[in-house]
């Protein structure tokens, strides 16, 4: 990805999600972790779709009462998105059994519905 691109990310409250998909419940309770990550694996998003992202973080932020700008919380079982062939899925990092990603999400709109 380009760096100008994982600059915009950063600045949208969304780093770049590295590594194994499942994330430690004992992690999560203790550590602070990111309420957003675009997973490695995603293709670039437009400008557009890192304002959507932007969005849905800041909708994230209000869940779990944190201020506005907040990029992650104590606990927070981070909601990883990717962009594969043009189409957007979710999934949260402790999903260890069934699909790992969405299956029922195509656009950044269909994941922004899912998570409210």
Same mark, same amino acid.
């Given at each position: 990805?380009?760096?100008?691109?994982? %600059? &915009?990310?950063?600045?949208?409250?969304?780093? $770049?999600?590295?590594?194994?998909?499942?994330?430690?419940? +004992? #992690? @999560?309770?203790?550590?602070?972790?990111?309420? +957003?990550?675009? @997973?490695?694996?995603?293709? %670039?998003?437009?400008?557009? %779709? $890192?304002?959507? +992202?932007?969005?849905?973080?800041?909708? $994230?932020?209000?869940?779990?009462?944190?201020?506005?700008?907040? #990029?992650?919380?104590?606990?927070?079982?981070?909601?990883? +998105?990717? &962009?594969?062939?043009?189409?957007?899925?979710?999934?949260?990092?402790?999903?260890?059994?069934?699909?790992?990603?969405?299956?029922?999400?195509?656009?950044?709109?269909?994941?922004?519905?899912?998570?409210?």
């Amino acid at each position: 990805m380009n760096a100008a691109v994982i %600059e &915009k990310l950063a600045t949208a409250g969304c780093p $770049i999600q590295e590594g194994g998909l499942n994330g430690s419940l +004992i #992690v @999560h309770g203790f550590f602070t972790m990111p309420l +957003i990550a675009l @997973h490695e694996s995603s293709e %670039e998003p437009t400008v557009e %779709e $890192i304002e959507e +992202i932007k969005e849905i973080r800041e909708y $994230i932020t209000t869940k779990f009462g944190c201020a506005p700008d907040a #990029v992650s919380a104590l606990g927070a079982n981070t909601v990883a +998105i990717r &962009k594969v062939n043009g189409c957007w899925a979710y999934r949260r990092l402790t999903w260890d059994v069934g699909p790992m990603w969405s299956p029922n999400t195509r656009t950044l709109s269909d994941v922004r519905s899912a998570l409210y």
